[in-house]
């Protein structure tokens, strides 16, 4: 099998390489975004990209999105991610081999993941090749699931907020409304109740929200009503970019706290929720433990140490909405001064 690799130059990035296996279809880019403070942790995202630019495009935006999480999730990993031009119906195993020698022709300087369309499965061939691979399911010391850390990451998150709007992390007659019903979501909602709270929720699946309804007395929403609830929190555990031109005028929130990623459509929609006086709990400072999670395999997994690091989403969480009320701009934007000052400011 032979490797042709191309170096991509890219202003603000370590290194960014393309490369290629005709023999088995293999079109990848592995992008390295800063490395300053540890090796650049990132998944491997697999689509039908239309074109090798659509494909720099996302690796180069995914693997700086890297860089910032595990900056503010206080972990040494760097920002890295890579992805494979490729039919997710077509992936086979020598596809991940040839993808496991490009990983390993790294020495180490990026660590491989899952992400969209890759499986444990296809993570086993790539470790044929390279031992820099985290997150394979049902290894030993692997991480596993990362959903119960980045559960209590975002209720450590949730209290932070609830603490900043009403001067007390206490959940009691807080009022939520929980978008996504799934492992992040039900468990949110279980910690809400048991934390005193009243909770609306939603799901594309109904049995989701009757589980809701019977267990834990939570009031059913249709799934486009979910922004029109008069409440405390709206929690987006579901999909990215629901905070958009449509949805953020009508929101009845005095804050928005959960764990999908990229919840904000656009920065001006981050911008629009800011001047409407709600405020965003930046949700890559909100969803880190998964990171976190991954980051304890690194060191040797113990899921104690996992959940109780999750819980420095609070302080992380609680100094951004305090500069951002100090500086009269938007939480969003401090997120992104406070991983830059980590990222930048090591040496
Ligand atoms: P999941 O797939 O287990 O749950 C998502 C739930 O949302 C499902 O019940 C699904 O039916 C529902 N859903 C989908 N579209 C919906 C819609 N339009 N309206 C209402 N409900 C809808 O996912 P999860 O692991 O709970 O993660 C939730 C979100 O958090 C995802 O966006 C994920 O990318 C993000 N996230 C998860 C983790 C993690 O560790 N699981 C880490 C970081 C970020």
Not at 233 to 249: D, H, K, M, R, S
Not at 271 to 278: P, Q, Y
Request: proline residues 3%; aromatic residues 6%.
């Amino acid at each position: 099998m032979s490797l042709k690799i191309e170096e991509i130059k890219i202003d603000g990035y370590e290194r960014v390489v393309y490369a290629q296996v005709p023999e088995v279809g293999l079109s990848a880019i592995v992008a390295i975004h800063n490395t300053n403070l540890g090796p650049a942790c990132g998944g491997i995202r697999l689509l039908p990209y239309a074109s090798k630019e659509e494909a720099l495009r996302d690796v180069l935006r995914l693997s700086k999105g890297m860089s910032y999480k595990s900056a503010l999730a206080g972990v040494c990993f760097g920002g890295g991610k890579s992805v494979i031009i490729q039919d997710p119906s077509k992936k086979d195993p020598a596809l991940f081999q040839a993808f496991g020698e490009f990983v390993a022709s790294f020495g180490g300087k990026y660590i491989a993941a899952k992400d969209m369309n890759t499986t444990s499965e296809d993570l086993l061939e790539v470790k044929k090749k390279t031992h820099h691979v985290l997150g394979i399911d049902g290894m030993e010391k692997s991480s596993g699931d990362p959903s119960p850390v980045t559960a209590r990451g975002v209720y450590r998150a949730l209290e932070a907020t609830v603490e900043f709007l009403n001067g007390s992390r206490s959940l009691s007659g807080v009022r939520v409304a929980i978008q996504g019903l799934g492992h992040v979501g039900y468990s949110l909602a279980e910690r809400v109740k048991e934390g005193g709270g009243e909770i609306w929720v939603t799901d594309v699946e109904a049995r989701r929200v009757e589980k809701a309804v019977a267990e834990l007395g939570a009031h059913p929403v249709s799934k486009d009503g979910i922004y029109d609830v008069e409440c405390d929190i709206f929690a987006p555990c579901a999909i990215g970019a629901i905070l958009n031109a449509g949805t953020v005028e009508r929101l009845r929130c005095r804050a928005v706290v959960g764990a999908a990623n990229n919840q904000l459509a656009t920065p001006e929609d981050g911008l629009r929720l800011h001047e409407r006086g709600i405020v965003y709990a930046p949700d890559y400072a909100v969803n880190s433990g998964g990171i976190i999670n991954v980051y304890q395999e690194f060191e040797g997994y113990d899921s104690a140490k996992a959940l109780d690091k999750a819980d420095h989403i609070y302080d992380t969480v609680a100094e951004i909405l305090r500069r951002a009320k100090d500086q009269g701009i938007a939480p969003f934007i401090v997120a992104d001064q406070l991983a830059e000052e980590r990222l930048y400011g090591v040496h």
